[in-house]
């Protein structure tokens, strides 16, 4: 998957704790995506960072998530006080910077949160 | 976005060509059509994308109607590495993808 690096690979927390998920995206890229995936069902986009700027945060829960993609480093996606309903598989898309809708996105390999 | 229809499922035997139809009658002028595929539980992996010509690469060839209101995605030797799930994508300017249901393709020896 072309250099998409997420970890950890798995994380377990139990309820109430806080959950951060890295995605260090394709060297050069400056779009990163985060997508959400419950067990049995499809991909939903939680939301579109450029370096230090929030995009599209349109499929993010309005509460307990952020996400971030600070200028040095990788991108978090953090997750507030999880509770059982946030176990899922969070994959991170990175593209590069003369986006367009020519240009394709590559995915990592997720990071699969069980909340205990 | 424009929404894509796609069969929930399809079996191809080792080595025939696989055709994934998919239709997207509300597409614009500028959206383009993306095919990506779920192994498992891995992350989608790019197989291929076009405006409105046909396209071909190492993985595949897409076929687009003229109208562009449908496309079909073949693999032309299906392998049973390609059993997967299948989406086809419309992609405007903002450069989301937003995943359907897609379609499984079981192939089989």
């Known amino acids: 998957n072309a250099g998409v690096m997420q970890n950890p690979r798995h994380l377990v927390r139990r309820r109430g704790q806080e959950a951060r998920l890295r995605c260090s995206p394709v060297k050069g890229h400056s779009h990163v995506y985060w997508y959400r995936q419950l067990p049995e069902e499809g991909l939903k986009f939680m939301v579109y960072?450029?370096?230090?700027?929030?995009?599209?945060e349109s499929g993010m829960p309005k509460e307990r998530f952020s996400a971030e993609f600070p200028k040095e480093g990788p991108s978090i996606l953090r997750i507030q006080q999880v509770v059982r309903g946030d176990s899922a598989a969070y994959f991170c898309?990175?593209?590069?910077?003369?986006?367009?809708?020519?240009?394709?996105?590559?995915f990592g390999q997720g990071t699969r949160l069980t909340v205990v | 976005d424009a929404k894509t229809t796609q069969p929930p499922s399809m079996d191809c035997a080792e080595g025939r060509a696989a055709n994934l139809p998919c239709n997207h009658s509300t597409i614009s002028g500028n959206e383009y059509v993306y095919w990506y595929r779920q192994i498992h539980s891995q992350g989608p992996q790019y197989i291929i994308h076009g405006l409105k010509n046909n396209e071909t690469n190492e993985m595949a060839s897409l076929i687009i109607t003229e109208d562009r209101k449908s496309s079909t995605l073949i693999l032309p030797h299906a392998t049973l590495r390609d059993t997967a799930v299948y989406y086809c994508?419309?992609?405007?300017?903002?450069?989301?993808?937003?995943f359907g249901q897609g379609t499984t393709l079981q192939v089989k020896p």
């Open positions: 960072l450029q370096k230090e700027n929030i995009i599209d």
């Open positions: 994508i419309v992609m405007n300017y903002t450069g989301k993808l937003i």
């Open positions: 898309a990175s593209s590069p910077p003369s986006r367009t809708v020519n240009t394709e996105a590559f």
